[in-house]
């Protein structure tokens, strides 16, 4: 059963940073591209950020040089760094195995405001 479970949210002023983390079980980590999505209150599930099994990164224009995924294939864990939050990326964050959500696991909360 593929089972991902995020943390590291929190509430932060804009300007703040984050580092969110995500495990996973339940299916071979390494061969798979994994994403991050997200979802603010009343909007759809929204893509910010890829990461493919060779390592190679892509993002939206709109978190372009703000998040940097990263990933961890021996303990089968991926990472989201987020500068310069704005209260605009306030959302539940989910890691999943699509750009679409795909098995995303309960959601970590980020609340960006002052």
């Known amino acids: 059963e593929v089972q991902l479970r995020e943390s590291g949210g929190g509430s932060v002023q804009p300007g703040g940073s984050l580092r969110l983390s995500c495990a996973a079980s339940?299916?071979?980590?390494?061969?798979?591209?994994m994403s991050w999505v997200r979802q603010a209150p009343g909007r759809e599930l929204e893509w910010v950020a890829n990461?493919?099994?060779?390592?190679?990164?892509d993002y939206p224009d709109f978190v372009q040089g703000r998040f940097t995924i990263s990933r961890d294939d021996i303990n089968a864990k991926l990472y989201l760094q987020m500068n310069n939050l704005q209260p605009e990326d306030t959302a539940v964050y989910y890691c999943?195995?699509?750009?679409?959500?795909?098995?995303r696991g309960p959601g970590t909360q980020v609340t960006v405001s002052s």
């Open positions: 999943a195995r699509d750009r679409k959500g795909r098995d």
């Open positions: 339940g299916f071979t980590f390494s061969r798979y591209g």
């Open positions: 990461i493919y099994s060779s390592g190679y990164t």
